[in-house]
């Protein structure tokens, strides 16, 4: 059976005649627990208790519905408790899981932040954080070992230079990503920057839109790399030229991955610059209206749009939302460049822009106060986080380059990755997830290291790029389904013992310079690995891939193609 296969099925539409507790089609009574305490009272109310009650009495004073449910709204997760083994996972509560420490998780919209930002950042992690700090495939930066007692003053550091944790997680319009070179590139066909301030500045934190059936993932983006994974979000704006309209934006709807992935469809219009926000207001309150709210595996977007289809969900916004048509428009064109920015490449105005790779998004307080040191040596007052766990520093002059380079090596932060650092993403993993089975960061790391030596003789030959994604759960924040390789966690019976393994899924992608469109991975029956064996399997599929290719042809339409033997 192909991903393909499971995930129509998973995506049928409910049963007729059965409540799907839509508000504007069942009314508002909730149908779940979950439904009855955000109708209760919302999550963005708890903050002023955790500043005048809990951050004074301590972790002990939370009840359970704040802890667990509401205290999302602003950012915090109760982070795993130490030594629970991935066997558990699935057998203990959340209470069971939980230690008293938070994992915080600080949006950075557009993934733009000056230095003073990054400076506070830093200061953040070294001083509250254990020096933890990890930057996130959505470009947030994620801090653990977070106490209650901390959290205003952090909140307190964090809006004093415009960051906030506000609608970080929880069943919220979530970060809004945006193009790394948003402003910056030569070739972009629009700068989003407008876009994603006004739907940061009118509608974050807005209690119309603040209990969503769940979560609601947006990405906006005017560069032709379509650098944002457009086609795994909510709803994604994608820069296009009108050739009347001129620049503007081509909508996109309903994409997610998780147990039941789904690719985004465009729904054929054209958004002016100066609708965008609007038109992005009307999708969200489709959702928070028509949104699936009986059951929470059911409840994201996606599975509204496998019902109507883009044809009716355009009529719904344009008719029920916005009160008048949008003109059709064209698809975006194949991406032209890699969207993840690693390199020197020239900006616009003379400077350049330089991509870094840390190693799987985890840096420190430590790095990223040399960072700041860094850039400000080299004049630049300003750095990007990636949707691919990668950084961009901006307006670096022609004779400060060399420098910088040099330096970001120095902490890590590669200019020239490997292809195997480079293109290899994991999550957060069991170290402090509490969804999570195996570990997940220091298995790619390690993973990483030694194929950069066993693979050494044929890196030259790799002149398309292999992502591998590592994921410790079916959850897919790591995003398995559209990488080259991709590693979904679960445990492995070897010998009679549960050992850490992953789930093998081949030959997925997002639209990029080799590949026209989007697609899923293909999972091939049996096939899986512990995790001491990553690094064997990997390398197995690359000697076979350099060896059976045809012409240019990439990884992932080898993997499509080849016999499941020659996959094992």
Same mark, same amino acid.
């Given at each position: 059976m192909t991903m393909t296969d499971s995930t129509t099925r998973a995506l049928r539409p409910p049963r007729?005649?059965?409540?799907?507790?839509?508000?504007?089609?069942?009314?508002?009574?909730?149908?779940?627990?979950?439904e009855e305490w955000k109708q209760e009272e919302g999550g963005l109310s708890v903050r002023a208790r955790i500043e005048q009650v809990y951050s004074k009495e301590g972790f002990g004073s939370i009840p359970p519905q704040d802890l667990s449910g509401r205290f999302r709204w602003w950012g915090l997760y109760t982070q795993r408790r130490p030594g629970i083994d991935g066997g558990r996972t699935a057998q203990l509560d959340d209470t069971e899981l939980a230690d008293e420490y938070f994992m915080l998780r600080a949006r950075i919209d557009g993934g733009a932040l000056t230095l003073e930002q990054l400076r506070v950042l830093a200061q953040i992690s070294t001083e509250f954080a254990r020096g933890t700090a990890d930057i996130s495939d959505r470009q947030n930066l994620q801090y653990h070992w977070i106490r209650i007692e901390d959290v205003p003053e952090i909140w307190r550091r964090l809006e004093a230079v415009g960051l906030q944790t506000t609608e970080a997680c929880g069943d919220t319009p979530r970060v809004v990503m945006g193009s790394p070179l948003a402003g910056i590139a030569a070739d972009e066909i629009v700068d989003p920057t407008p876009v994603v301030d006004e739907i940061v500045e009118r509608f974050i934190g807005d209690p119309e839109l603040a209990?969503?059936?769940? +979560?609601?993932?947006?990405?906006?983006?005017?560069?032709?790399?379509?650098?944002?994974?457009?086609?795994?979000?909510?709803v994604s704006l994608v820069g296009v030229v009108h050739p009347t309209l001129g620049p503007g934006y081509d909508l996109w709807v309903g994409g997610g991955l998780s147990t039941a992935p789904r690719l985004a469809e465009r729904l054929g219009t054209f958004v002016p610059e100066e609708h965008a926000a609007e038109v992005w207001h009307g999708v969200v309150r489709i959702f928070r209206d028509?949104?699936?709210?009986?059951?929470?595996?059911?409840?994201?977007?996606?599975?509204?749009?496998?019902?109507?289809?883009?044809?009716?969900?355009?009529?719904?916004?344009?008719?029920?939302?916005?009160?008048?048509?949008?003109?059709?428009g064209p698809a975006p064109a194949r991406a032209t460049t890699p969207g993840d920015h690693v390199g020197v490449h020239l900006q616009k105005d003379g400077n350049h822009y330089v991509g870094a790779a840390?190693?799987?998004?985890?840096?420190?307080?430590?790095?990223?106060?040399?960072?700041?040191?860094?850039?400000?040596?080299?004049?630049s007052g300003r750095v990007r986080f990636t949707p691919h766990q990668k950084l961009v520093v901006l307006d670096v002059a022609p004779d400060r380059l060399d420098a910088l380079v040099s330096g970001l090596e120095t902490l890590g932060l590669s200019?020239?990755?490997?292809?195997f650092r480079r293109n290899t993403i994991a999550c957060t993993g069991i170290e402090f997830c +509490?969804?999570?089975?195996?570990?997940? +960061?220091a298995a790619a790391a390690t993973a990483i290291t030694e194929l950069e030596q066993r693979l050494a003789d044929v890196t030259p030959a790799l002149d398309t790029p292999i992502s591998l994604h590592v994921n410790g759960c079916p959850?897919?924040?790591?995003?398995?389904?559209?990488?080259?390789?991709?590693? +979904?966690g679960q445990l492995l019976t070897v010998d009679g013992e549960q050992v850490p393994g992953f789930q093998v899924h081949l030959g997925g992608g997002l639209a990029s310079p080799e590949r026209d469109e989007a697609g899923l991975g293909r999972t091939v029956r049996g096939l899986k690995v512990t995790a001491d064996e990553l690094p064997d399997l990997v390398e197995r599929l690359v000697r076979r891939f350099l060896d059976q290719r045809e012409g240019g042809e990439s990884f992932s339409a080898w993997a499509h193609r080849a016999d499941e033997d020659e996959l094992r």
């Open positions: 007729a005649g059965r409540s799907n507790g839509q508000w504007a089609v069942d009314g508002t009574a909730p149908l779940n627990a979950n209990n969503l059936p769940r +979560k609601f993932k947006t990405a906006v983006t005017g560069h032709p790399s379509l650098d944002v994974v457009h086609e795994i979000n909510d028509y949104g699936y709210r009986r059951l929470r595996a059911k409840a994201r977007l996606k599975f509204l749009l496998a019902e109507w289809g883009p044809a009716e969900f355009r009529r719904v916004l344009e008719e029920e939302y916005l009160g008048f048509a949008l003109p059709d840390p190693t799987v998004g985890r840096v420190s307080g430590e790095l990223l106060a040399g960072l700041a040191d860094l850039m400000e040596t080299a004049g200019v020239s990755p490997s292809p +509490k969804l999570a089975i195996v570990e997940t +960061k959850n897919s924040c790591a995003r398995v389904q559209v990488a080259d390789i991709g590693l +979904k």
